[in-house]
C-alpha cells in the first residue's frame, strides 16, 4: 500500500493494484474517503465518517499536492 503522504491527520494512500482513473484514498479521525482525478481536479467519489470540514481541507490539500500525487501515482504504477 503505497503511502503519499500524512497530513492533519490523514493518511493519503494507493492501493499496490490500482486501477486508473488516478485516484486517492485517505483514512483517518475514524472516517474514509476516496478522490478521483477528473479533469484537472480531484473529485470525491466515497466518504464516510469524515467531517465537512475536514472535507474541506482535504479538497484543500489535494488541489495543492496535485502534481505530487500524480507523479507519484504515475512512477510507482509505471514500474508495475
Avoid at 500524512?6 to 474514509?32: C, D, N, Q
Avoid at 474517503?33 to 474541506?56: N, P
Wanted: a negative charge; hydrophobic letters at 35%.
Amino acid at each position: 500500500m503505497p503511502e503519499v503522504f500524512r497530513l492533519f491527520g490523514f493518511t493519503y494512500f494507493f492501493f499496490s493494484r490500482e486501477h486508473k482513473p488516478i485516484h486517492v484514498h485517505i483514512e483517518g479521525a475514524e472516517g474514509y474517503a476516496v478522490y478521483e482525478l477528473e479533469g484537472e481536479d480531484f473529485v470525491q467519489r466515497y466518504s464516510r465518517g469524515i467531517k465537512a470540514g475536514d472535507l474541506r481541507r482535504i479538497e484543500n490539500v489535494l488541489k495543492e499536492n496535485k502534481d505530487m500525487i500524480t507523479e507519484t501515482w504515475e512512477a510507482y504504477f509505471k514500474r508495475r
